[in-house]
């Protein structure tokens, strides 16, 4: 939609070449957003394989935090990619306390630590991970 009302999280990563998103809407208004990354998108962070997908950047208007959207979201998202794709992940600040309780309730596993941000600078790859 064009919508000009809502936040620039709700738009960033459109403009970055995401193809999909879930949204949730409580009471007839849009709550949240998150966007998912699939192969061959290259995130700032994750290189993606074939089979796979990132979701990531979140975000909840602030009239609505605080009632679970965040995880609800995070749920529906992870279900539908798992319908489509093989694996999925997430990069979490390990700072943001709500998001990492969030995936660990819906049951995603740490499987790695990145000491440094990469947002411009080399990707990740999980593949590389595994190996060391």
Same mark, same amino acid.
């Given at each position: 939609?064009? /919508?000009?009302?809502?936040?620039?999280?709700?738009? %960033?990563?459109?403009?970055?070449?995401?193809?999909?998103?879930?949204? $949730? *809407?409580?009471?007839?208004?849009?709550?949240?957003? $998150?966007?998912?990354?699939?192969?061959?998108? *290259? /995130? +700032?962070?994750? &290189? $993606? *394989? +074939?089979?796979?997908?990132?979701?990531? =950047?979140?975000? =909840?208007?602030?009239?609505? /935090?605080?009632?679970?959207?965040? %995880?609800? $979201?995070?749920?529906?998202?992870?279900?539908?990619?798992?319908?489509? %794709?093989?694996?999925?992940?997430?990069?979490?600040?390990?700072?943001?306390? =709500? +998001?990492?309780?969030?995936?660990?309730?819906?049951?995603?596993?740490?499987?790695? &630590?990145? /000491?440094?941000?990469?947002?411009?600078?080399?990707?990740?790859?999980?593949?590389?991970?595994?190996?060391?």
């Amino acid at each position: 939609e064009k /919508r000009t009302d809502l936040p620039n999280e709700f738009w %960033r990563d459109k403009l970055n070449g995401a193809l999909h998103c879930a949204t $949730l *809407e409580l009471d007839g208004e849009i709550a949240s957003v $998150l966007w998912i990354y699939d192969y061959p998108a *290259e /995130r +700032p962070i994750i &290189v $993606l *394989e +074939p089979g796979e997908a990132e979701l990531t =950047t979140t975000y =909840t208007l602030v009239k609505f /935090r605080g009632r679970g959207l965040y %995880r609800a $979201l995070l749920w529906f998202a992870t279900e539908w990619q798992l319908r489509e %794709r093989s694996r999925l992940f997430m990069v979490v600040d390990s700072h943001n306390q =709500t +998001p990492m309780k969030a995936v660990h309730q819906v049951g995603y596993h740490e499987f790695g &630590v990145i /000491r440094r941000r990469a947002i411009r600078g080399p990707k990740f790859s999980i593949a590389k991970m595994k190996a060391v």
